[in-house]
Every structure is written in structure tokens, then in C-alpha cells.
């Protein structure tokens, strides 16, 4: 594989592979087994050394979480590959911290004993350093936060580093004679509530839409990019703060021959909005729809993200872009990426480009096609 080179096939059928990852001065033995074509049944047998590696940022369940939502094999191999270089970084950052004298170790222990006073049924993970904590809490609706913090060399001088998936970055007060860790915990639990109406509103379309994008949502997640049809979705991008104020902001995405009569109507009956219904009525009500649902017998067994890959790279998700551009013939409907799509018409002998725009023969069908190329800035 290109992302590991010494790791290589054993058979013919490509379904193991054994050999080393080399990554800086690390030069891991690593062998993966896809048992019968299934990526998330794979056997992986590994050393001590990358188990004791990945430890720092959670162990190797994640290294098994990150499998079990890949949707290929190379795509797996960068995860591991982003997994360890963070796993090095996160070692090579704390260094300092593991080498500190048994007297400040001794003080921040000291220290942490009395920071964490009502706290010790909500601890999650310690660093053995005692530099890195993870402390769970429940918010207003029992909704389940994880804070990691990171204790700087000259805590409680200098404010604890805080982390947590909020919409926006927590903000907390600290006086190293008052506060202290449980107060930090706190004043982050107050902020969560403003967020409330934010979280509903996502978890109604959660449960109520067949939700394409984010695979794995996390309550720092402000957008949900949910299924119109099978070739069609829209992309929804809510405020935090007054979730239900305004017509959120909405990209459409698909054939033409879907999206530029929803793109009417939403400009048309935007007026219909009203503040007291949910952010998913409004849209029904002003783009003249039903969302669908996973729960819908239909599309209960329909796997949406294998069918509405790009059709010339075979993947879903390429450099965080998803397939964008359909065919507009209603018997083709494939998908394909921005970028993919450029490339390939550009090979073609017949393509033309006006501007920005590049038009030429759908790759499967043949019908016309276009595409606005991609520029960098």
C-alpha cells in the first residue's frame, strides 16, 4: 500500500497483508486479515510497541473503532496512519512531564487531590503523569460531555488547557488562590446549556431523517447534511445560539433536475417560516417535502453512503469532499466528485470549457455533463 510500503499481500486475493509501518523512528509490525471480504470483521495482530504507543490517546479501541467505520482498506490505513503520528506527537509533547522531579510531582498530586474534590466519580483517564485528565459530566437534558484537560508546567499559576465538543470554544475564569478543577467543570456545565436548543434541534433530524453527513456526529457538530432522495441532499448549516430564529443556511446537493426546484421554493416560501416550529418542519413546509427516513421500509436496507459514491473513484469521502455532481439522466444518477469529474472530462478529446466551466460526456451514460473547476487560493 502507498500510505505503508513495507506492508505487503500474502495471496493473490489481496485480503491479508503483513509487513512493518515505519513512521519516524518507529518501525512497527503490523498484519491485518479481512475475513471473508468483511473490513470490520478483520483479524489485526500487532506488537506491544503500538499498543503501548496509542495508549496516550485512548488505547487500542480506537485503533478498532476507526476500522469498524472504514469503508476501505486504504481508507483505514490512513486512520492508522493519522492515529499513530498523533500517538508520537502526543508522547513526544509530554516528555517533559513524565521526567519531572518526585517534587513537583509530589505538589501537583497534592494539588489535584484538592482540585478534584467531588469530582472522582466523573474521572475517565489519567495520564500517569497526572498531566492529562479526562472528567466526564451529565448537562441539563443528561446529555454525556467528556472535558480533557491539560495541565500546564506551572499549574495552578497558569490556567488548566480545556477541550470539549462544544459548537464553540469554552471560556471559563481562573484564579490559581480560588478556582479550581471542579470549578473549571462548573462554569463548562453552565455553558452548556446554551446549546440545548441547538442539540434538540440536531437530534430531531437525528431521528427523524436519513442523516448522510457527519458519519459520527459530536455535540461540537453544527450541520447535518440529510437525504432527499436517492441521488439528492441538502446540507444544513445551524446557528448555535438561535437555532430557531432564521432559515438556516442550506446547500443543495444533486441533479439539477432535483435541486433547482427545491432552490425555488426555498427562496419562494422562505416567509413561511415560523419561529416556533422545529427547523425540520419549517424546511418541509417551505421546500413542499417529506424528508425521508432510515426507519421507512424503502430505504431501511438501502446503504446510502456505498450507492452515492463517486463513480470514478469507487470512494465516498475524498479529501473531506463527498460526490456533488449527478448525472442529470434519470436512468444513470451517478454520482461523482467535483475534482474526479474534472479530471476525467478533461481527458476526453470532445470536452469544452467555457470559463470555469468544463462540459463534456457523462463517464457512464454519455449524456452531457458539467462541471465548475476547482480552484485553489
Not at 497534592?110 to 472528567?135: A, F, M, Y
Not at 441539563?140 to 495541565?151: A, Q, S
Not at 446540507?235 to 432552490?263: H, N, W, Y
Not at 425555488?264 to 427516513?293: A, D, G, P, Q, V
Request: glycine residues 2%; aromatic residues 10%; charged residues 25%.
Amino acid at each position: 500500500m502507498n500510505v505503508f510500503p513495507l506492508l505487503v499481500p500474502e495471496n493473490d486475493e489481496l485480503d491479508t497483508f503483513s509487513g512493518f509501518i515505519e513512521i519516524e523512528q518507529y518501525s512497527i509490525p503490523f498484519r491485518i486479515e479481512i475475513e471473508k471480504g468483511n473490513l470490520q470483521n478483520s483479524k489485526i495482530q500487532s506488537s506491544s510497541e503500538l499498543v503501548e504507543l496509542l495508549d496516550g490517546i485512548g488505547g487500542i479501541d480506537l485503533l478498532y473503532s476507526r476500522l469498524k467505520n472504514s469503508n476501505s482498506l486504504s481508507n483505514f490505513f490512513l486512520e492508522l496512519k493519522d492515529l499513530i503520528e498523533r500517538a508520537i506527537k502526543y508522547q513526544k509533547s509530554n516528555t517533559n512531564a513524565l521526567l519531572k522531579t518526585p517534587v513537583s510531582s509530589y505538589k501537583l498530586s497534592t494539588r489535584l487531590i484538592s482540585d478534584l474534590d467531588g469530582l472522582w466519580d466523573n474521572i475517565e483517564w489519567v495520564h500517569p503523569s497526572l498531566t492529562s485528565i479526562h472528567i466526564s459530566f451529565h448537562d441539563g437534558n443528561n446529555r454525556k460531555h467528556v472535558v480533557e484537560i491539560n495541565l500546564p508546567d506551572n499549574y495552578p499559576i497558569e490556567p488548566p488547557l480545556c477541550n470539549v465538543a462544544f459548537p464553540r470554544v469554552v471560556e471559563f475564569n481562573w484564579d490559581p488562590n480560588i478556582d479550581t478543577l471542579s470549578t473549571v467543570i462548573n462554569q463548562i456545565q453552565e455553558q452548556s446549556d446554551r446549546y440545548q436548543d441547538l442539540w434538540e434541534q440536531l437530534e430531531d433530524f437525528d431521528e427523524n431523517c436519513c442523516v448522510l453527513e457527519p458519519e459520527h456526529p459530536t455535540y461540537s457538530s453544527c450541520f447535518r447534511r440529510i437525504a432527499i432522495d436517492k441521488h439528492s441532499s441538502l446540507q444544513i448549516e445551524i446557528d448555535p445560539i438561535d437555532p430557531c430564529q432564521s432559515v438556516p443556511e442550506c446547500r443543495f446537493l444533486g441533479a439539477d433536475r432535483t435541486i433547482l426546484p427545491l432552490k425555488t421554493k426555498y427562496r419562494k416560501n422562505f416567509k413561511l417560516w415560523k419561529k416556533n416550529h422545529c427547523i425540520r418542519e419549517n424546511l418541509e413546509t417551505i421546500l413542499e417535502i417529506s424528508f425521508i427516513s432510515k426507519k421507512d421500509k424503502d430505504t431501511s436496507n438501502f446503504n446510502w453512503q456505498q450507492e452515492m459514491c463517486c463513480a470514478i473513484c469507487y470512494s465516498y469521502r475524498m479529501n473531506n469532499d463527498v460526490p456533488d455532481r449527478i448525472c442529470d439522466n434519470v436512468n444513470c444518477s451517478k454520482g461523482f466528485h467535483t475534482f474526479c469529474l474534472s479530471e476525467w472530462l478533461k481527458t476526453l478529446p470532445n470536452c469544452q470549457q467555457s470559463y470555469d466551466t468544463i462540459f463534456g460526456d457523462c463517464p457512464y451514460c454519455s449524456y452531457q455533463i458539467s462541471v465548475k473547476i476547482q480552484t485553489t487560493t
